[in-house]
């Protein structure tokens, strides 16, 4: 049974930092994409950052870029969010998600955590 249990999140001040964690069981990593999702209230939920199972190569959205880390460790199974200089425009539920590397859509999707930015 495929789960993704998500961690980590919280309230943080502007400028600050939180670590977002994804653990994965029911399949390995090194076959599936990991993406981490966000949706902020009133607005469409969008993606933030992505790693690939098979090379660990990564993508990062415009938005986060220099700011939101992702990185996996094999061993754990596991995803995860570095968050650093948050925004209040980082605000949001943050999902990580699964895919098999020949599909596109996610099939697979956590529970949702809350990160809360305040100034």
């Known amino acids: 049974q495929v789960q993704l249990v998500e961690s980590g999140g919280g309230s943080v001040q502007v400028g600050g930092s939180l670590r977002l964690s994804c653990a994965a069981s029911?399949?390995?990593?090194?076959?599936?994409?990991i993406g981490w999702f966000r949706q902020a209230p009133g607005k469409e939920r969008e993606g933030a950052s992505c790693i690939i199972g098979s090379d660990g190569s990564t993508y990062n959205a415009d938005s986060v870029k220099r700011r939101l880390t992702i990185s996996r460790d094999n061993a754990k199974n596991t995803v995860y969010l570095q968050m650093n200089s948050l925004k209040p425009e980082d605000t949001a539920v943050y999902y990580c998600?699964?895919?098999?590397?020949?599909?596109?859509?996610?099939?697979?999707w956590s529970q949702g955590t809350q990160v809360t930015v305040s100034s």
């Open positions: 998600a699964a895919r098999t590397l020949i599909n596109r859509e996610y099939n697979y």
């Open positions: 029911g399949f390995v990593l090194d076959y599936y994409a």
